[in-house]
């Protein structure tokens, strides 16, 4: 099939006031052509010279718009339907709603608006000389300013072919100015109605029904950490994401390494994608969802190329922004690729309006106090958490049986919900991923949403108290009753930074850009284990020996599992560097030291194919764990999979802040065999300012401190294990769990000797333990012995900051 370039030559500009191409206009445009349009036009006049394909197109300005009103005498009639319009009486808003757009869409289109539309069209060529295949999208002139995205209020249609179909589709367009949701939307926002005019865009197909589509946002927008460009994917036409009707992938790039020509993708998540939208010749709407074949659901709808391009774009987009309006800009994008010539096209492009609007100087914490019986789970939209009456709305039709403050469970929602969603304490879908419709609104809302649960509306019943809880990571919660939890909120913004670094211990990358807001100096501890049993969950033996696993069950789900992967170990690999990067890129460039693995031979053996592996030991907790298993051969090619995804980090994705520990080295021997083994895997101390600490946790790290010192940039305190071992204590016995104590005198002395000699051997010491967290006064004495950091759990950050700060003060000149 003969193709024409979707981004041709551009025809000369109209003459008349009805028609301006997207190459003749930029965001000054607004009044006249609306946000949407605007933008469109300031992508194609400035962007196309760096790379960015936007599809060619027209627009119809505001004055088409309000010269249909004045010909057709709508102006009073809308005036006066409008006038007393309540938002909040549904039905009321539903009855002046209807009438409103019935009355456009009876009323005769001007001839001379229709002739400019057709001419323009006519210009706008399709393959072979043939009519183009267009979308038609709406653009209030109101629109994508600062505070107020308008997104999904106005209708857009899709596949529209021929003069006739454009315009009756514009004149739909039109009519669309006056839904439920945009009038409601406009009374909340103190917009006069009849002050909006609508600019419609019309703009060639990108055939993406062949291939794929999504959004892309240039912040994270959850925590609205603004190092990430997050993408959603799925195949087919893009409606299905905004609409929530699916699934879709999801992707992060970081943004700072990426303009440093590294290939940073920190995590790519797989979806569900069930459907897929396409071209429906004969259908009354021009398009039809079909079922995508499972074998294409369980890949990724874009490539790695694919991905980084689009968030090359994206960055660009967002500087060019940036600069016109003198202030970073965060975008909210949308994005298709033509399965015809395969190329990637930027469909629309507007400041993102919620997380950039945030007082970030004011930090929210909500926590829950007690754990209920969970009813569904889903991926969780801010952070907060709600409780309330839970009331299960299966239809747009049955929105009136809703009540103010009650826990809205549907399948999903769109623009038409809108007028009940901001009257909800929260709200859980069975469908959509973080870019869908009900994620969007909430989050403009400030409310907290679960989505995509699957099928929380058989699982909740209606009537029924429940708590939706956003305050747990990634995975939101709604729990079964009404469960107390607490809101602490901190004014960040005159605290200082203490002498002694104050670190953070974090096991959950799903967390990790969330608690980067909170003020630190880097992560003292970040842990492997949570990233190897909840994305990895798979032993890395039975990766590299599947061939030879005993059982079938097992060898079964693990190729569940790895599906997708032609070689198993790149799954550990590529699994345990996203866990890694997404911890390392929210606290960039600050330090972040990760422990490699530190799991016991029983917790190992847990792992999925492990107990083929690994011995059976009567005392794990000093056993087979830490340093001695990595250059034992009965670990060492696991070992090399942890490295090499340590490797890829650093050297692929340009995150050379990655620090690395090792755990429970019990010589200075082993300590040499570990750092040869990590040479072998390319992780060579000191090459490229890779660091190498130790944790000091036994009592033999502290007597022979300095000859550890010699072989090892720094040390990190677990006093945890270091407790247990000086004073003979299993901490995991409840009988003698009353003498484990870290400040016992014994243990404190031996902390005050090991700082003693790291820093008259110049290296680096903080502590990584639970006791500072946990003991006021344990944290004290750690600062009058002179440590250099210590790392916190992220809730007793700023109280025991603001001690050592209280105690830094106290100390004598030259002390600490």
């Known amino acids: 099939m003969k193709t024409e370039p979707l981004t041709p030559k551009v025809p000369a500009p109209s003459k008349g006031s009805f028609i301006r191409w997207f190459a003749d206009i930029g965001i000054e445009d607004v009044p006249s052509v609306g946000g949407k349009n605007a933008s469109l036009g300031e992508m194609v006049r400035e962007l196309s010279s760096e790379g960015v394909k936007v599809p060619n197109g027209f627009a119809t300005t505001a004055e088409a718009y309000r010269s249909f009103l004045r010909e057709a005498q709508l102006d009073q009639k809308l005036a006066d339907l409008l006038r007393e319009v309540n938002s909040r009486n549904l039905d009321d808003l539903r009855k002046r709603a209807k009438q409103a757009r019935q009355a456009i869409l009876s009323a005769d289109f001007p001839a001379g608006l229709a002739e400019a539309i057709r001419d323009a069209y006519r210009k706008l060529d399709g393959n072979g000389g043939q009519p183009a295949d267009v979308a038609v999208r709406s653009s209030a002139t109101a629109e994508d300013l600062p505070t107020a995205s308008f997104a999904g209020q106005q209708e857009s249609y899709l596949n529209i072919q021929g003069e006739d179909q454009l315009l009756v589709a514009c004149k739909r367009c039109f009519a669309s100015l006056f839904t439920d949701r945009a009038i409601s939307y406009r009374i909340d926002k103190g917009f006069d109605h009849l002050k909006i005019a609508l600019s419609i865009g019309i703009q060639k197909m990108v055939r993406s029904d062949l291939a794929a589509s999504g959004i892309m946002f240039s912040i994270d927008t959850e925590s609205g950490f603004s190092n990430a460009v997050l993408i959603n994917a799925s195949y087919g036409l893009g409606e299905n994401i905004v609409q929530g009707a ?18 940073p993708i920190l995590q790519k998540t797989i979806g569900s994608k069930e459907f897929k939208l396409v071209y429906d010749l004969g259908g009354s709407k021009f398009v039809k969802n079909v079922p995508v074949p499972p074998e294409e659901r369980r890949r990724y709808a874009i490539s790695d190329e694919e991905i980084l391009q689009l968030a090359r774009w994206a960055c660009v987009i967002e500087e060019h922004y940036g600069k016109k309006r003198g202030q970073p800009t965060p975008m909210d994008m949308e994005w298709a690729k033509d399965g015809l010539t395969g190329e990637l096209f930027i469909l629309q492009a507007r400041p993102e309006t919620v997380q950039s609007q945030k007082n970030r100087n004011v930090l929210e914490i909500y926590r829950l106090q007690e754990q209920g019986k969970p009813l569904a789970r889903g991926r969780s939209i801010g952070e907060k958490v709600a409780s309330g009456v839970a009331r299960v709305i299966p239809s747009v039709q049955l929105l009136h049986e809703f009540r103010d403050g009650e826990i809205l469970v549907t399948e999903k929602t769109d623009p038409d919900w809108e007028p009940v969603m901001k009257r909800a304490g929260a709200i859980v879908t069975n469908r959509g991923g973080r870019t869908c419709h009900a994620a969007i609104v909430s989050r403009e809302l400030g409310v907290p949403a679960v989505v995509g649960t699957g099928n929380a509306t058989e699982l909740v019943r209606s009537g029924e108290p429940v708590t939706v809880s956003c305050a747990e990571g990634e995975v939101g919660t709604v729990y079964e009753g009404k469960l107390p939890f607490t809101v602490e909120r901190l004014d960040l913004q005159e605290l200082p930074r203490p002498k002694t670094k104050i670190l953070m211990n974090v096991g959950n990358p799903e967390q990790a850009f969330s608690l980067s807001f909170i003020p630190n100096d880097g992560v003292g501890l970040a842990r492997m284990e949570f990233i190897l049993t909840t994305y990895i969950r798979v032993h890395p033996m039975a990766l590299i020996h599947f061939d030879q696993l005993e059982d079938a069950g097992t060898k079964a789900e693990i190729e569940r599992l790895t599906a997708g992967y032609q070689d198993k170990r790149e799954f550990f690999i590529e699994k345990l560097a996203q866990g890694i990067s997404m911890i390392s890129a929210a606290f960039y460039p600050k330090d972040v030291i990760f422990r490699l ?95 190498v600490y130790m944790m000091c946790e036994i009592p033999s790290n502290v007597i022979l401190a300095e000859e550890f010192a010699e072989i090892f940039d720094g040390f990190s305190i677990g006093s945890n294990d270091l407790t247990q071992l000086v004073l003979g204590v299993d901490r995991d016995s409840e009988i003698v769990a009353p003498i484990f104590d870290e400040r016992n005198a014994a243990v404190k002395r031996m902390i005050a000797q090991v700082i003693h000699t790291a820093k008259a051997k110049g290296r680096k010491i903080g502590i990584c333990g639970q006791a500072p967290s946990d003991y006021p006064e344990f944290a004290e004495f750690l600062v009058e012995e002179g440590i250099d950091s210590i790392s916190l759990n992220p809730d007793t950050v700023i109280k025991t900051t603001l001690l050592i700060l209280k105690k830094e003060k106290e100390l004598p000149k030259g002390r600490g």
């Open 246 to 263: 699916i699934n879709p992938d999801e992707y992060y790039v970081f943004k700072p390494t990426l303009r440093d020509g590294f290939r």
């Open 597 to 691: 693995s530190d799991f016991k031979t029983n917790e190992y053996a847990n792992l999925i194919g492990g107990k083929q592996f690994e011995p059976v030991e009567r005392n794990p907790m000093v056993g087979f764990r830490g340093a001695s298993r990595y250059y034992n051969p009965r670990y060492r090619e696991g070992f090399a999979l942890e490295c090499a995804a340590a490797k890829r980090v650093r050297e692929g994705m340009g995150l050379t802040n990655l620090k690395l520990m090792v755990p429970v080295v019990r010589t200075v021997e082993e300590g040499r065999r570990v750092l040869s083994e990590m040479e072998k895997n390319g992780l060579v101390r000191g090459v490229g300012g890779l660091e």
